[in-house]
T-cell receptor, first 114, second 113 residues
Framework: GAGVSQSPSNKVTEKGKDVELRCDPI?????LYWYRQSLGQGLEFLIY????????KSGLPSDRFSAERTGGSVSTLTIQRTQQEDSAVYLC????????????FGSGTRLTVV | DAKTTQPPSMDCAEGRAANLPCNHS???????VYWYRQIHSQGPQYIIH???NNETNEMASLIITEDRKSSTLILPHATLRDTAVYYC??????????????FGKGTLLTVNP
């Protein structure tokens, strides 16, 4: 597609359940990033994938959070045993590494843990 | 640690130029200045970036001081649709090892009719 696609756009889940958030980056973009944005807050870096390199997981807030990127394209962010503080908009972005273009962000997944 | 300082909010009249300042006094020689904006309920949008020369594209102009310790994003003719949070970010170029962008709190620009 022309842009970064994220699904679902909205997700309501019960506390303690696991959720999976999906990101389809722009075709040909080798770098993929996950951020989250809590209500009224700035963007918090979570994880970064670049090609076949080991991902930079330094932003993941706990071991309940994990992400993978299959075939260098689609990425899935998984949150296990969700907590209310996990409620946020989860944003995915992709970019062409080695070119000084900006990131292209998706519209995000709004996660609400009740 | 965002490494940049921006005013929390600014107002601008529709049709006038909006000048958004950013201080980045600790910028390194290989770090670019990036600007993004985030319109309410949307993902951030890339605007422009530069290293040391002034840059212009269809969205905005970027003026970087000679010592590179500050910059100004200029929207030449602001419209109501330019109301957004504007983020100024410094980041190494793509040849570096640290690609992630660190977003601060940004400047909420409100364009008034």
């Amino acid at each position: 597609g022309a842009g970064v696609s994220q699904s679902p756009s909205n997700k309501v889940t019960e506390k303690g359940k696991d959720v999976e958030l999906r990101c389809d980056p722009i075709s040909g973009h080798t770098a993929l990033y996950w951020y989250r944005q809590s209500l009224g807050q700035g963007l918090e870096f979570l994880i970064y994938f670049q090609g076949n390199s080991a991902p930079d997981k330094s932003g993941l807030p706990s071991d309940r959070f994990s992400a993978e990127r299959t075939g260098g394209s689609v990425s899935t962010l998984t949150i296990q045993r969700t907590q209310q503080e996990d409620s946020a908009v989860y944003l995915c972005a992709s970019s062409q590494a080695r070119k000084n273009y900006g990131y292209t962000f998706g519209s995000g997944t709004r996660l609400t843990v009740v | 640690d965002a490494k940049t300082t921006q005013p929390p909010s600014m107002d601008c009249a529709e049709g006038r130029a909006a000048n958004l300042p950013c201080n980045h006094s600790t910028i390194s020689g290989n770090e670019y200045v990036y600007w993004y904006r985030q319109i309410h309920s949307q993902g951030p949008q890339y605007i422009i970036h530069g290293l040391k020369n002034n840059e212009t594209n269809e969205m905005a102009s970027l003026i970087i001081t000679e010592d590179r310790k500050s910059s100004t994003l200029i929207l030449p003719h602001a419209t109501l649709r330019d109301t957004a949070v504007y983020y100024c970010i410094v980041s190494p170029d793509r040849g570096g090892s640290n690609y992630k962008l660190t977003f601060g709190k940004g400047t909420l620009l409100t364009v008034n009719p």
